[in-house]
């Protein structure tokens, strides 16, 4: 016979199935159960490379493993085709961002078609569609009915590179554009929002029922990102201002240490009590706030930063005590954090202390801190050092001697019966900012009248398409580049012949993506934006499979959606990903791989060389899926080698004479054993994410099929037949072109992909035998095959008579042996 040749097998294959089309979900009449495995969708910024290589091989193995244990799978595939990568692009070659965009995609599916993923091509979506992005539109006038989508003017991150805001989500921890890399600022502008924030609460709580199935890490990275935080809200009164002015603290205990108050400098209130200051005042304020802005918010919540401010020469009144408190302004306070203003409690704070220290303001212990020998702690204003912990209350009046958890219970009591207060939770989590001014994204169908007036495109004139980029400037300048497209923007009320202007602004493509694996139920479905009852048969997605770098934006508008759609009544739940597995990165010498570093190892030219199966078992043998993979220690070859020993196995069971459909029972009792010790212990290995276990347990099994085609029983036995059927079945998650061939080989139709897996028979899982290892004075001197069964004084009486362990002890006394059945026998000697 001819040699393994992936290039004719890809080549064989490929045909075959683009014929048979397997991979298409829900045909009617198939009743199986249903399972829906999903890779996050690529942008098609270029073509596929070696991370998506990476999390396409584990999605594939998950939704062909479902396909083997009977299961009718959804697993499709969809671009994710709108936004700035592709805009930027566009913009540097001088080309329509759609003509670029669709050109990748084309190239990507040409790219996949030969690595062979286990798709529903019958689904198939683009976001950038106007049959896909019309449904954006439909999302957003439902959220505006429910006033879930609202416009206002107010501070937002901009990105003075790419010339556009930023969601909070969208900005590093080192303050930078996740995009462009640029030094987010602020700006204020009038921006359209979806109000997430009414869901905190239901986004925090229901992370408890992911539990176990979602990595822990992207659980708190939700869980911080929400970031609750219960208290209390107290209102204070500035003389000379008629509206009291509230302020949120988790610490309502230590009221009567509050002897300053802070605003942020960015705030409405700081601007208009500066106003209402002295000219060198207001100068002082518009000087700080210019330096204020140029923080990022980071920079502004560090601790360790020397404390800045100025005194807005106002004073306010502390509640509880009727004591006048000065109002400054500073910048550790921000904006948009509980009320923008807090109550200073310099002596149980560290950075009101640090502020009130720099600035001379006093300091009022009101909490008995003790030490661990029972002792006071020092003064803060001596230590600089705040007293956070817990104690009695002291210098509080009602409050004193109650402990900090009464007293905070006391406080918002008296606060709530004076009306000056009461329980309050504040949330780090902001309203999704989803207008963008850039072209390449879904228009907001928003009509705006002369007045200011707005009113909602009207469901039936449903897509506001996108006009053709044709005479725009897409250059980003901070207005959208469809205000230029006066044609479009202009449009005559039918009713009352009033002109109106569209809209100018996309939506952020994370609003795409928020409800994708909808689209994906009813993908060809012109008249909704997915069909309920399929939503209630597949959905929601059972197994996501994506980056980490998701874990926090991408998921967290998922989830938000979700809960939106449930509470609209399309669906029935309100988690949309039950499990999800987070792949690692591949790595180059324990780099991440970059165009700039010279150091990409190119997916098309990986799989021209090595064809698709060899780099996938690669991927999944490298290493635990979730661990970043290194391309530098990996061995294609090894793979490829593999592959072919596995495949000769298929080709000399075909030069065997052996057919298909004989009974195994007769077939070599031990690599019966093998085999069916592979079937026992392969499910629980997939669903444990452990897909390098696997193939390493395939490539024990073809060692020791082989071992048995070469010294034992042959080819012919029927249990030869049995174990490479069972390795091309499981096989085929891994290898999918491999185990096809070798499927028809061993005389079956295709297509192995939808065999349901053989049951391992219990029977001959029981072990008959064991390997019993003898050590003497520590060290293994000989290893005895015996019944699994034995006895103690067997196993001691075998290890004795073995000639090795006679050899071992030579004329030395056995002061001791310990015996431990099945495993061990251990002889202690002295000289
Ligand atoms: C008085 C107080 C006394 C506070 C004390 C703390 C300790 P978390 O837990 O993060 O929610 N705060 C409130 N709004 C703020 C804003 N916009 N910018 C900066 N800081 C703000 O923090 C809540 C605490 O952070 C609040 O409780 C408030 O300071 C401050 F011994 O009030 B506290």
């Known amino acids: 016979a001819e040699g393994y040749d992936f290039r004719a097998i890809q080549d064989r294959w490929l045909p075959v199935w683009e014929d048979l089309r397997p991979f298409e979900a829900g045909k009617a009449g198939d009743d199986r159960p249903k399972k829906y495995v999903l890779d996050m969708f690529p942008y098609p910024s270029g073509d596929l490379h070696m991370g998506h290589a990476e999390a396409f091989c584990f999605g594939d193995i998950l939704a062909r493993y479902w396909r083997g244990r009977g299961y009718d799978v959804l697993h499709p595939i969809g671009w994710d085709s709108f936004g700035l990568p592709a805009e930027n692009a566009a913009i540097k070659r001088g080309v329509d961002p759609r003509e670029w965009t669709y050109a990748n995609i084309e190239q990507q599916k040409a790219s996949f078609r030969v690595y062979a993923p286990s798709f529903d091509w019958s689904r198939v979506l683009h976001t950038s569609d106007p049959e896909y992005y019309k449904w954006n539109q439909w999302i957003f006038l439902k959220m505006y009915e429910k006033g879930l989508a609202y416009r206002k003017a107010s501070w937002v991150n901009w990105d003075p590179v790419d010339q556009t805001v930023l969601a909070n989500e969208q900005v590093l921890a080192d303050g930078t554009s996740e995009r462009s890399g640029a030094v987010v600022v602020k700006k204020k502008l009038t921006q359209w929002y979806f109000r997430i924030t009414d869901y905190a609460d239901r986004l925090l709580d229901d992370l408890d029922q992911l539990e176990g199935k979602w990595p822990t890490k992207v659980l708190n990275m939700q869980r911080n990102w929400i970031g609750r935080s219960r208290g209390a809200e107290v209102e204070f009164e500035i003389e000379g201002r008629e509206q009291r002015v509230p302020v949120f603290t988790t610490r309502p205990d230590t009221l009567h240490g509050a002897t300053f108050m802070v605003v942020a400098p960015d705030s409405d209130l700081a601007a208009e009590l500066a106003a209402g200051a002295s000219p060198e005042v207001r100068m002082q304020f518009q000087a700080y706030l210019e330096q204020a802005q140029k923080q990022s918010e980071i920079d502004r919540q560090n601790a360790d930063r020397e404390k800045t401010g100025v005194f807005l020469d106002h004073f306010a009144v502390n509640p509880v005590n009727g004591e006048r408190i000065p109002v400054w302004a500073a910048d550790y306070v921000l904006a948009d954090y509980g009320h923008g203003a807090i109550m200073a409690v310099p002596a149980h704070d560290q950075r009101d202390l640090d ?477």
């Open 355 to 831: 502020f009130a220290l720099k600035f001379e303001l006093p300091v009022r212990v009101v909490l008995d801190v003790r030490g661990e020998d029972g002792e006071s702690l020092p003064d803060p204003v001596e230590s600089g050092v705040a007293l956070a912990g817990d104690g009695t209350l002291v210098n509080s009046a009602e409050l004193d001697g109650l402990s900090k958890a009464d007293a905070i219970a006391r406080a918002v009591e008296i606060l709530e019966e004076r009306g000056t207060g009461r329980a309050a939770t504040t949330y780090r989590l902001r309203d999704w900012l989803i207008s963008r001014q850039r072209y390449w994204g879904t228009p907001i169908p928003i009509l705006h009248a002369e007045d200011g007036s707005m009113q909602p495109v009207p469901e039936s004139a449903l897509p506001v398409v996108l006009p053709s980029s044709e005479g725009l400037d897409l250059k980003p300048k901070g207005t959208s580049p469809l205000g230029g497209a006066t044609e479009w923007a202009t449009v005559v009320d039918p009713e009352t012949g009033a002109t109106l202007t569209r809209d100018p602004d996309t939506m952020d493509t994370f609003v795409d993506s928020s409800w994708y694996y909808f689209r994906f139920l009813s993908a060809n479905d012109g008249t909704q934006a997915f069909d309920p009852a399929e939503a209630k048969k597949w959905a929601p997605v059972d197994q996501y499979v994506g980056g980490v770098e998701h874990a926090i934006l991408h998921l967290l508008y998922s989830r938000f959606i979700t809960k939106v759609m449930h509470d609209l009544g399309y669906i029935d739940f309100e988690e949309p990903f039950l499990d999800m597995l987070n792949q690692g990165m591949v790595l180059l010498d324990g780099a991440k791989m970059s165009k700039s570093k010279g150091n990409l190892v190119e997916f098309a030219s990986e799989l021209r060389d090595h064809g698709a199966d060899a780099l996938r078992v690669t991927l999944a043998f490298a290493g635990p899926p979730e661990d970043d993979i290194d391309w530098a220690d990996v061995s294609v070859q090894g793979s490829a080698k593999f592959l072919a020993r596995a495949w000769r196995l298929a080709d000399d069971v075909q030069g065997s004479g052996s057919a298909p459909g004989a009974s195994f029972a007769s077939g070599d009792a031990a690599l019966r054993r093998a085999t069916h010790r592979l079937l026992a212990d392969a499910p629980g290995l997939v669903e444990q994410y452990k897909f390098n276990v696997v193939v390493a347990r395939l490539m024990e099994q073809v060692n020791v099929t082989r071992k048995a085609v070469d010294s034992g029983c042959g080819a012919a036995d029927p249990a030869v037949r049995e174990s490479v059927e069972a390795i091309a079945v499981i096989l085929s998650l891994f290898a999918p072109y491999t185990a096809e061939d070798m499927w028809a080989k061993l005389g079956h139709e295709p297509t192995v992909a939808l065999v349901t897996w053989p049951e391992a028979d219990p029977a001959l899982l029981v072990e008959d035998e064991i390997t019993l290892v003898v050590q003497v004075d520590g060290k293994v001197r000989d290893r005895l095959t015996l019944p699994a069964s034995v006895s103690a004084e067997d196993a001691e009486a075998a290890a004795r008579a073995s000639a090795a362990v006679q050899r071992a002890v030579g004329d030395r006394a056995v002061v001791n042996v310990v015996v431990r059945v099945p495993k061990i026998v251990s002889i202690a000697t002295k000289p």
